[in-house]
């Protein structure tokens, strides 16, 4: 019996072996991934599923150990994680680009910008004054202010709770 043209599943004839990538990225329809992203999966040398188990990312941030903000140029260039709370949130309008510059300061007496370049404007109204935030990313030094881009961060909603 012929099909209405929705059995183009890539059928294999009989005398046809599955190539590992097809084969994989049938396992990966039937996962329901997207067939654009297992495509791209495949095209990257994916073929198992134990290469997708096995892969590890080109870096890792490890956001265990605090540092505190005065100590931060000790860490140029690399990931860190800090805590603070917010002093100031304002949208810096650019020509073509505008960003968030988020001001934190901690304990010891330190200070550090975070930068976002997306939603600028949503990210400059997220944070309040006095909340207090982990945030974690790649120390760097801009006209003399540290700052942190695009980290990833958290909000302490208890921050009495979180030990130092």
């Given at each position: 019996m012929k099909g209405d043209g929705n059995d183009q599943e890539r059928k294999?004839?009989?005398d046809e072996s599955p190539t590992p990538s097809?084969?994989?990225?049938?396992f990966l329809h039937s996962l329901r991934i997207a067939p654009k992203?297992?495509?791209a999966l495949a095209n990257a040398g994916y073929e198992t599923l134990e290469d997708l188990i096995f892969h590890f990312p080109g870096r890792y941030l490890d956001a265990r150990q605090l540092v505190p903000l005065k100590e931060l140029?000790?860490?140029l260039r690399q990931p860190v994680?800090?805590?603070?709370?917010?002093?100031?949130?304002?949208?810096?309008?650019g020509r073509q680009r505008s960003r968030a510059v988020i001001v934190l300061q901690d304990d010891s007496g330190g200070a550090l910008q975070l930068v976002?370049?997306?939603?600028p404007e949503w990210r400059a109204k997220q944070f309040r004054e006095k909340d207090e935030y982990l945030a974690a990313g790649y120390a760097g030094e801009y006209r003399g202010t540290l700052q942190i881009v695009q980290p990833l961060i958290e909000q302490l909603v208890r921050p009495e709770v979180f030990a130092h």
């Open positions: 294999l004839k009989d097809s084969a994989f990225v049938r992203k297992a495509e140029r000790k860490h994680s800090v805590r603070g709370k917010v002093v100031s949130s304002r949208l810096i309008p976002y370049f997306d939603f």
